[in-house]
């Protein structure tokens, strides 16, 4: 009974389908000595070292922006003004006040040389006319400092300030950037240091561009960051590369072990 309730039981199975398991092809192969390398992958910024927030030097109304974002400018080129209109009626004041200080002053000047006159009007008149000029110099300082000039040639890269509003003295007006230098900065965990030297060779991707570069590792920090135990390193941007800009995310695949 036992032997036909196992044949019966089979059977079963064999009729539902029993699901047999595929068999794969294994090859085997002989291990052999070779090149070992490990990656690692992090993110970076691009930086320029020349971005520069310019911030007026006076308190005004912003009279004339005479620059729009994404202008070229010079060095030295005007691109903004506040107003002046004060400072202007001051200047004229003082200019005549000096031209009358300096008509008396000479006057003084040659009667003294021919010992006419007092020594205290000679004085008076000498005092007089050197005070004018220092306080006319510092006008015109003042006003200038209502002028608001590029530091550097770049890229205007964000206004500040509008036409008609106040501007502080000490506040970012304009932002003018270089694009001509840039890096790519990289914060590494410490425990890398001894593994990235300079001169390593770093594969670069800028997803905003989809760029795909090598760089040359220019710069490793040997100063350990103590807030987050980091250390960093950067690379030059060739100028070749057009269409990076600051502030630009990086991925950057750095080879950390190679064992031949």
Do not use: C
């Amino acid at each position: 009974e036992e032997i036909e309730m196992l044949k019966q039981e089979i059977a079963q199975k064999a009729s539902t389908g029993v699901k047999r398991e595929k068999l794969m092809n294994v090859k085997i192969s002989q291990v052999e000595k070779g090149r070992f390398q490990h990656f690692i992958q992090v993110q970076g910024t691009v930086e320029s070292d020349n971005n520069v927030l310019i911030a007026s030097q006076s308190s005004g109304i912003v009279k004339k922006i005479h620059v729009s974002a994404g202008n070229k400018v010079t060095k030295r080129q005007l691109l903004a003004e506040l107003d002046g209109s004060i400072l202007e009626s001051s200047i004229a004041e003082v200019e005549n006040g000096l031209k009358l200080a300096e008509t008396i002053f000479e006057r003084q000047q040659r009667l003294w040389d021919k010992n006419i006159g007092s020594e205290i009007e000679f004085l008076q008149a000498k005092n007089n006319k050197v005070g004018l000029e220092k306080r006319l110099a510092t006008l015109k300082e003042q006003y200038k400092m209502t002028k608001i000039f590029a530091p550097l040639s770049g890229t205007v890269d964000e206004i500040l300030i509008k036409e008609g509003e106040m501007a502080v003295a000490g506040m970012g007006a304009v932002r003018v950037v270089q694009l001509s230098n840039l890096k790519i900065k990289v914060d590494l965990s410490e425990v890398y240091i001894s593994r990235i030297k300079k001169n390593d060779l770093v594969h670069v991707k800028i997803p905003a561009t989809e760029r795909e570069f090598d760089l040359r590792v220019d710069a490793v920090s040997q100063v350990i960051d103590p807030q987050n135990r980091t250390f960093q390193i950067e690379m030059k941007v060739p100028k070749s590369e057009v269409g990076i800009k600051p502030n630009m995310l990086s991925v950057l695949t750095i080879n950390d072990y190679t064992n031949d």
